[in-house]
């Protein structure tokens, strides 16, 4: 059983947009942060109990040792949501430290004309792609020897794609994006990577 200090230093809160077009992105990151030994956490987890959605990012983030911030979503209607989240985790970085955060775009050079306050931070570029997610990943906060093959966490990816649409079906769902789900897929990615050895059961 991992300590608190263990767990948090393992766990990635990940601040990206929920929508349809996301899924596979969205799942590509649970795929890769599991195949590296990390453990994708989100606000999906926990239950509203009277708190509130904010009460509820802000314990989450606080939890974990870093967060991943995908601002790639700049069309209409406007999202606010991601900036927001990310300038707490700035905050706490700059003001508690012991936080770390990396932010995610589609295209290169467009931060700093949508958000020029971060000019200086280099975000990592994905393409829209699950494969460009799966490499941003691995650069940013895979160990600097005995990663996994990048084909590891990819063929994990594709076993996890292919059964989002049945675990939708199963829990009634029109996305991926429930708490019921992102167990089942955490819990799925958990046991290929140990399958394929690259995390201990």
Do not use: W
């Not at 955060?101 to 280099?122: C, K, M, P, Q, Y």
């Amino acid at each position: 059983m991992p300590s608190t200090r263990e767990l948090r230093s393992r766990s990635v809160f990940l601040n990206v947009p929920f929508d349809k077009t996301y899924e596979s992105l969205f799942i590509a990151l649970v795929s890769s942060l599991v195949a590296i030994g990390r453990v994708p956490r989100c606000v999906l987890e926990l239950p509203e109990l009277g708190q509130g959605r904010l009460a509820r990012i802000l314990r989450l983030i606080r939890s974990c040792g870093v967060s991943i911030h995908d601002l790639s979503r700049v069309g209409l209607p406007v999202r606010f949501n991601m900036p927001f989240e990310l300038g707490i985790a700035v905050a706490l970085a700059r003001v508690q430290g012991g936080h770390k955060f990396i932010v995610l775009e589609a295209e290169r050079h467009r931060l700093v004309r949508t958000l020029s306050d971060v000019n200086g931070i280099d975000p990592g570029i994905h393409g829209g792609k699950s494969s460009g997610v799966v490499s941003c990943v691995f650069s940013h906060l895979g160990r600097p020897h005995g990663n996994p093959p990048v084909e590891e966490a990819t063929s994990i990816f594709r076993k996890l794609q292919s059964a989002a649409p049945n675990l939708k079906k199963t829990h009634g769902r029109s996305s991926i994006y429930s708490r019921a789900i992102f167990r089942e897929l955490f819990e799925s990615a958990i046991r290929l990577a140990t399958e394929r050895n690259l995390v201990e059961g």
